[in-house]
Every structure is written in structure tokens, then in C-alpha cells.
């Protein structure tokens, strides 16, 4: 289970902080990752992190601005949203992926994701 939480309202150029919790399956056999969807869109990979070696993708769009962390003792995963856009609003999600079954890039680009949280709208507005 993957449930997220911060959410909310900010101001172009603000920030927030995403956390998910993960419960119920290994968390240190997955990839984890946070994706969006904008209205009308597809789902996109923002950001995917591989806890075995420690490497990113990000996503062109968000390089620079959003930063994906992971709590091990907590088991959260977090993302970062610095200098937020107003294209930026969308719901977000976050993901985990078996590690032995795809890398990060194609968890990001291909939504190669075994679990998905409910989501958590972020608006970015002045």
C-alpha cells in the first residue's frame, strides 16, 4: 500500500514536499517513483529512484526543480517540488516498482509499476 500525502495550493515559484507511505510489500526490493497526470494528459514519470545502486531519472520538465528521496527507516518516499510551475498542476502519484523486473528509465517512461498510491492534487496558481 502507497499512500500519499502534501499535497495542496502554492504560489508559482514556491515549494512543497510530497511524502508517501509504503506498507505491505518489501520496500527495499522496489524501485519507487512519482508520477503525474494533468487533466487530459497521461500519466508521466516525474521522477524514479533505484535504492540498490542510487541512481535517478527525471524527467527533462522537472531536471534542476524536484529532487525524489527515500526514508528507509520510515519507509517514505518524498519528493521535493522547488520553483514550481503553474504547469506543474496535476495529481500526483507515487509508484513502486520490482527492481528485477525493469529499470528506473522504464519505470518512468513506460509505467512499468507493480503499485500505485491514490494520488494527491498539487495547483499551482497565483
Known amino acids: 500500500q502507497l499512500v500519499e500525502s502534501g499535497g495542496g495550493l502554492a504560489q508559482p515559484g514556491g515549494s512543497l514536499r510530497l511524502s508517501c507511505a509504503a506498507s505491505?510489500?518489501?520496500?527495499?526490493?522496489?524501485?519507487i517513483g512519482w508520477f503525474r497526470q494533468a487533466p487530459g494528459k497521461e500519466r508521466e514519470g516525474v521522477s524514479c529512484?533505484?535504492?540498490?545502486?542510487?541512481?535517478?531519472y527525471s524527467a527533462d520538465s522537472v531536471q534542476g526543480r524536484f529532487t525524489i528521496s527515500r526514508d528507509n527507516v520510515k519507509s517514505t518516499i518524498y519528493l521535493q517540488m522547488n520553483r514550481l510551475k503553474p504547469e506543474d498542476t496535476a495529481v500526483y502519484y507515487c509508484a513502486a516498482a520490482y527492481e528485477k523486473m525493469t529499470t528506473i528509465q522504464s519505470m518512468c517512461t513506460k509505467r512499468e509499476v507493480n503499485y500505485w498510491g491514490q494520488g494527491t492534487q498539487v495547483t499551482v496558481s497565483s
Open positions: 529512484f533505484s535504492p540498490t545502486d542510487g541512481t535517478t
Open positions: 505491505g510489500f518489501p520496500t527495499t526490493d522496489y524501485a
